[in-house]
């Protein structure tokens, strides 16, 4: 996949991640957010579920990189949250 596709799946996903979970990222984040779900998504669905991976800009990786970025979010929320009251 090239940087624009990985740009444009990086950006949809994770304004989708954004909308499920609620978001404060930015645009910058965001993009950044959905890049690396996107990556974390395809890592996790062809390694646990043998099904699919990140190939382009389509429905399947378009729904494999949200979810990847909703987890991604989630655990950077907890991560900063823990760090944001000394727990850490």
């Known amino acids: 996949m090239g940087i624009i596709s990985w740009i444009v799946l990086g950006a949809i996903a ?3 991640a954004n909308m499920v979970v609620g978001g404060r990222e930015g645009l910058i984040g965001t993009i ?3 890049i690396f779900g ?3 998504g ?3 669905a062809e390694s646990v579920f043998h099904k699919g991976d990140v ?3 389509n429905i399947e990786s378009i729904v494999i990189a949200a979810l990847g970025a ?3 979010l989630f655990v950077w929320r907890a991560l900063t949250r823990n760090r944001a009251s000394g727990s850490l």
Do not use: P
């Open 70 to 72: 909703i987890l991604v």
């Open 38 to 40: 996107a990556v974390v």
């Open 32 to 34: 950044i957010l959905g």
């Open 42 to 44: 395809g890592y996790i």
């Open 14 to 16: 994770g304004f989708l």
């Open 55 to 57: 190939t382009g800009v």
